[in-house]
């Protein structure tokens, strides 16, 4: 609690209204790589308690759309639509890819519950970053954009070349808003194959 509490972003988040410090790794991500666009559509994967969700929101503006997905309840934002279930159960992806139907973005900040042994955390985090990238199959409209985290490790290049395949570009990047001790970096990738 009490690193936290001197975490600047942490204090920047609660200063600005953002539900997470983690916020402030999106606008770090969008300023760099221009993901997210005015009147774009937006599946945000893992979103709860909403700082990515809340960010999105507001680059896409009044005539966009974000639809936030998490298995844990979140508090409503305006102007987002939100659905809760495990993207592991069949019926849940299958009823959510019909009623998302193709977006222009697909975030995701999705993590696994920490175990505290890295290598079983990192191939959780890589099972994750597998399953937004075949949502991402699903739903994104050919030329669209992806960021999704993974934990660094020895599946993160072989996750990194799945995603170049399916899209132009792809980089794996770490913000500055991430926790300097953190393991995490995103793969984004924009300009979707199909």
């Keep these: 609690m009490k690193q936290r509490k001197r975490d600047p972003y942490y204090k920047r988040a609660k200063a600005e209204g953002y539900r997470s410090r983690a916020a402030f790794k999106l606008i770090q991500i969008d300023a760099r790589f221009d993901l997210i666009y005015e009147g774009d559509a937006v599946l945000d994967l893992g979103a709860a308690p909403g700082g990515w969700t809340q960010v999105a929101r507001f680059l896409v503006g009044d005539e966009g759309r ?6 844990v309840a979140m ?3 305006p102007g987002v639509e939100i659905w809760r279930g495990d993207l592991a159960d069949p019926m849940f992806l299958e009823a959510l890819v019909a009623g998302v139907g193709t977006v222009d973005v697909l975030l995701s900040d999705m993590s696994p519950k920490l175990s505290g042994t890295r290598t079983l955390d990192h191939a959780r985090s890589i099972e994750l970053g597998t399953l937004a990238l075949a949502v991402a199959s699903r739903v994104l409209a050919p030329g669209g954009n ?29 913000p500055e808003a991430s926790r300097r001790e953190s393991r995490e970096s995103y793969l984004v990738a924009k300009g979707f194959r199909g």
């Excluded at 990194?160 to 770490?174: L, M, N």
């Design 66 to 71: 974000v639809v936030a997905v998490d298995r």
């Design 75 to 77: 508090r409503p934002i």
């Design 146 to 174: 992806f960021a999704c985290k993974v934990f660094q490790g020895g599946e993160h290049d072989a996750l990194r070349k799945r995603v170049a395949a399916r899209f132009k570009t792809c980089r794996s990047h770490a």
